[in-house]
């Protein structure tokens, strides 16, 4: 199947500081990736849907300034947490909807961040 | 987006006995895809459906697209330790794509 691939799997950062977070379609174009968060034990939660040259769409809730996402190209997307706090200490997932038809979606292997 | 009624939300079973699963929505797919997430890990795709009423076998996984395109199951046969993990559906409209809130399965030896 098709390969999305995130990195950093894990990474640590100090309270306040940025991180950003790639999410790369390895061999099939994208024109739409998707952001997901996860809690311990619970469902993915959709955080914002980007589209390849344009604003991403968030969701309800999400904060728009702190969750920076770019899809600057039809291979790759990135989430960039600003200004980090622990409570976004989290396991965030991307996942791209592969073409020609974008009806399936493959998910990125997840990135651990912790916020210290 | 919206969740998908997944049920049961979590299963506990001995090693050989077949599991099922299923989701339902209000809304009409015309995709329905299954994954399964271990710990710490990204979802893998297991099977997609594209028409209704087909299915459509990965291994001792089985997966059917229901007639009405509202809902879609999973069966697994004769389970092992190692499809321990959590379950979940999505569908796609043809415009976005909702999600079950999982079935979490553990497997007994």
């Known amino acids: 199947g098709a390969v999305v691939s995130q990195h950093p799997s894990r990474v640590i950062c100090k309270s306040g500081t940025s991180v950003k977070i790639e999410c790369r379609s390895l061999?099939?174009?994208?024109?739409?990736m998707f952001w997901y968060r996860q809690f311990p034990k619970q469902s993915l939660m959709l955080m914002a849907t980007?589209?390849?040259?344009?604003?991403?769409?968030?969701e309800q809730g999400v904060e728009k300034d702190k969750f920076l996402i770019n899809h600057a190209s039809l291979t790759l997307s990135t989430l960039t947490v600003t200004s980090a706090h622990p409570e976004d200490s989290s396991f965030y997932i991307c996942?791209?909807?592969?073409?020609?038809?974008?009806?399936?979606?493959?998910f990125g292997e997840g990135s651990w961040l912790t916020v210290v | 987006g919206q969740q998908l009624n997944q049920s049961p939300q979590s299963m506990f079973i001995q090693e050989g006995e077949d599991v099922s699963m299923n989701c339902t929505s209000s809304?009409?797919?015309?995709?329905w895809l299954w994954y399964k997430q271990d710990p710490g890990e990204g979802p893998v795709l297991l099977i997609a459906?594209?028409?209704?009423?087909e299915l459509t076998s990965n291994g001792r996984l089985t997966a059917q697209f229901g007639i009405t395109r509202k809902d879609s199951f999973l069966n697994i046969s004769a389970s092992i330790p190692s499809d321990v993990g959590i379950y979940f559906c999505?569908?796609?409209?043809?415009?976005?794509?909702?999600f079950g809130t999982g079935t979490s399965l553990t497997v007994i030896p």
């Open positions: 996942s791209a909807s592969a073409q020609p038809s974008g009806n399936t979606i493959y």
């Open positions: 061999d099939f174009q994208a024109t739409t």
């Open positions: 980007s589209n390849e040259g344009s604003k991403a769409t968030y």
């Open positions: 809304s009409i797919f015309n995709t």
């Open positions: 459906l594209y028409k209704a009423g």
């Open positions: 999505a569908g796609f409209t043809g415009n976005q794509f909702y």
